[in-house]
């Protein structure tokens, strides 16, 4: 549902299909809570005035780790919290989820352009979510080493963009059918960059490194894991920012360009996963579109969230303690 809104958006159709249509279909993931509205008042520094929503499941890790999921365009916080099953395994596995709601009512696609929002610290929607996790950190004894992000489509986008501008914050992203970090650059934040999504962008992995070690200046610290998701016919944002996510994110985390790794049928039927090392990896959905369905399953494997207490896998914290 949330992807075809992106269709229909990117078509410029005048379909009368409209989110508000959406939330009022009963929520289908199951979850036990609800969403819990957080004030903008609570948080800072939220320059764009980013929505806040929470899921916390009654039951929950020492120090829960954090999932931030991003919707996609034309939807909310809502949407995507009833887009996936993820809310409903946070009940059994104990961790916190941000539902990051976009400030533009114009379209509700990120921001994913702006100079703001590809700087480290520089504003745009990017900070503001950010803002959100020293929320939840400070407020759940949350644990600093266990943030991680994930979405489709414009949730993918910003995805890319967290991961980039604020490599000192996430242990590990997934991006479903989303752009490299910096693609979608533009004057302003309300950018359809056509030329990205059309797959028209293209540059060498150094280009790439370089435009993503901008963002953050100087920043030698850990970088976190990436897997990414492309259907190989999607029409809306083409299969092309598949292999421009994957020059970018090798050449940043330093890993060969081509596979180590080759899974066929992996994780599912006709999808291709290429193994680059053990903090990157992307799958080719053959036959899928934009359309892409989250496999739940896989994204909680490769951020460990299935793990409770010690011994998960975790990012060194070091870099986000000293910034909050
Ligand atoms: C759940 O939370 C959402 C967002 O705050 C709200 O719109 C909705 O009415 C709530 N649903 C229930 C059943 O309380
Ligand atoms: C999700 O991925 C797992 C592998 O981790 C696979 O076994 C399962 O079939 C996939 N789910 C669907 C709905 O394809
Ligand atoms: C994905 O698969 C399609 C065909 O199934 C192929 O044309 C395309 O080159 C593949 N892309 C990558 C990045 O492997």
Request: contains cysteine.
């Amino acid at each position: 549902m949330l992807t075809l809104h992106s269709t229909i958006r990117v078509l410029g159709s005048i379909f009368t299909l409209t989110p508000a249509i959406l939330s009022g279909l009963p929520a289908v993931n199951g979850a036990a809570n609800n969403l819990t509205q957080i004030p903008v008042s609570s948080f800072s520094p939220n320059p764009t005035n980013v929505g806040f929503y929470l899921y916390v499941p009654s039951r929950l890790q020492a120090k829960p780790p954090i999932l931030v999921n991003p919707h996609a365009c034309h939807g909310s916080a809502h949407d995507a919290f009833t887009g996936t099953q993820l809310a409903t395994l946070a009940d059994t596995y104990g961790y916190i989820m941000i539902f990051p709601d976009s400030p533009n009512p114009a379209d509700k696609c990120w921001d994913v352009s702006s100079a703001q929002t590809l700087t480290h610290n520089g504003g745009g929607d990017s900070q503001g979510i950010v803002s959100m996790v020293s929320y939840v950190l400070k407020t759940y004894n949350a644990d600093p080493s266990r943030v991680f992000a994930m979405g489709t489509s414009s949730g993918a986008m910003m995805t890319n963009v967290l991961l980039g501008s604020y490599p000192d914050v996430f242990a590990a992203g997934s991006a479903w059918a989303g752009v490299a970090f910096g693609c979608f650059a533009g004057p302003g934040y309300d950018i359809w960059n056509a030329a990205c999504a059309t797959g028209q962008t293209i540059k060498s992995g150094a280009e790439w490194a370089a435009i993503v070690q901008a963002a953050y200046p100087g920043y030698r610290g850990f970088r976190p894991k990436m897997q990414v998701f492309h259907g190989s016919v999607d029409t809306t944002v083409y299969p092309q920012n598949l292999d421009e996510e994957i020059k970018e994110w090798t050449a940043v985390l330093g890993l060969p360009g081509t596979p180590v790794r080759i899974l066929e049928d992996s994780p599912e039927s006709k999808w291709t996963t290429y193994v680059y090392g053990e903090k990157f990896q992307a799958t080719n959905a053959t036959g899928i579109t934009h359309d892409i369905q989250t496999n739940e399953s896989v994204v909680l494997d490769c951020f460990d969230l299935k793990c409770w207490g010690t011994g998960c896998y975790s990012r060194p914290a070091y870099d986000f303690l000293v910034s909050i």
